[in-house]
């Protein structure tokens, strides 16, 4: 079965350093892989996804992230955080069979000012 | 505006009555899912449904029923069989794999 596993519960970074939150999937093909935001009391938002191609995905509010074939990753970065960055931040994986997306745990990102 | 609705934003509820959660999308998606979502455990799946009048238990689906009569529409009971509904409840709906969310409802049940 499809897993997906987010190893940081909760990271702290100063406003304008970078910042990186890892995501390792177990899945035997090529993967669709996803990550999603989310403001607390909110819904999720899309930030990126892979299909195929161009192993580096670019996303909304700056953040990109890159896959990993080799290391069955797909970690996220942002070269420069904002306070408005501060959020939980979920990696997810579609899982064909079953039809559905299987997601991380989630990573609780804290910005210092 | 397209776009997934979750009514109410916040449910308050008496132990021992089910309680109904609405979803609504206009985005013409086949697929429909419901999540639960407790502190530090991320996003759980109750139901889901491919297309109409079908739908598949998730990892969570005891204490919980779902219908879907339309295309838009697909509402969650919690029952009084569920022994913990206290949670954030989520409602996503998909095409080509990507899966758009509504705001969610928290559900206090006391």
């Known amino acids: ?113 | 505006d397209g776009g997934i609705t979750q009514s109410p934003k916040y449910l308050f509820r008496k132990e021992g009555q089910n309680v109904t959660l609405s979803c609504e999308q206009n985005l013409n998606h086949d697929a429909m899912y419901w999540y639960r979502q407790d502190p530090g455990q991320g996003l759980r799946l109750i139901y889901y449904s491919q297309i109409v009048n079908d739908f598949q238990k998730g990892d969570i689906a005891e204490g919980y029923s779902v219908s879907r009569e339309k295309k838009e529409s697909f509402p969650l009971t919690v029952t009084s069989a569920q022994k913990n509904p206290t949670a954030f409840y989520l409602c996503a709906s998909s095409k080509n794999y990507e899966q758009y969310f509504g705001p969610g409802t928290r559900l206090t049940v006391t």
Do not use: M
């Not at chain 1, 909760?10 to 093909?29: D, K, M, P, Q």
């Not at chain 1, 670019?58 to 069955?72: L, N, P, T, V, Y």
């Open chain 1, 1 to 113: 079965a499809q897993s997906v596993t987010q190893p940081d519960i909760h990271i702290t970074v100063s406003e304008g350093a970078s910042l990186e939150l890892r995501c390792n999937y177990s899945y035997g093909a090529t993967p669709y892989l996803f990550w999603y935001v989310q403001s607390p009391g909110q819904g999720l938002q899309l930030l990126l996804k892979y299909f195929s191609g161009d192993t580096l995905v670019q996303g909304i509010k700056g953040f990109e992230a890159e896959f990993k074939r080799s290391q069955s990753s797909f970690n996220l970065r942002k070269p420069s955080v904002h306070w408005s960055d501060a959020a939980e931040y979920f990696c997810a994986v579609f899982s064909p069979g079953a039809q559905k997306l299987v997601f991380g745990q989630g990573t609780r990102l804290t910005i210092n000012p």
